[in-house]
């Protein structure tokens, strides 16, 4: 079973990413930050196979946490923001991101 966590500062995205992720009986939704410093904390404990990550979070750059996941785990980091721009997205693969993707993204995608 795949388990994921999520770092989603807007609580009506959050709840629509778990009720899509709770359909899949092959991944686990393991928990859920709204901001990177109390996140990461429970990253490292749970060491996850999969980290959703908005870009824009409270305390921090998710790019900053993106970083700092790929130093402690062997986490794979979706970059999961509305963030269109070529330099988000070219950032975002410089800080070590796996995969980008798009709010506006099927369903089916996530």
């Known amino acids: 079973?795949?388990?994921?966590?999520?770092f989603e500062?807007?609580?009506f995205t959050l709840l629509g990413i778990k009720v899509t992720i709770e359909q899949s009986p092959d991944i686990e939704f393991t928990v859920s930050a709204?901001?990177?410093?109390i996140g990461f904390q429970l990253i490292e404990q749970m060491n996850p196979d999969v980290v959703l990550v908005d870009l824009l979070l409270p305390d921090m750059i998710g790019l900053e946490l993106t970083r700092s996941i790929k130093g402690k785990t062997n986490s794979k980091i979706?970059?999961?923001t509305n963030q269109t721009h070529s330099d988000f997205?070219?950032?975002a693969f410089r800080h070590d991101a796996d995969?980008?993707?798009l709010k506006i993204a099927d369903i089916e995608l996530i």
């Not at 079973?1 to 999520?6: A, R, Y």
């Open 34 to 37: 709204n901001c990177g410093k």
């Open 78 to 80: 979706v970059i999961f």
């Open 9 to 11: 500062p807007e609580i």
């Open 89 to 91: 997205i070219n950032s």
């Open 1 to 6: 079973m795949l388990k994921i966590v999520i």
């Open 99 to 101: 995969y980008y993707m």
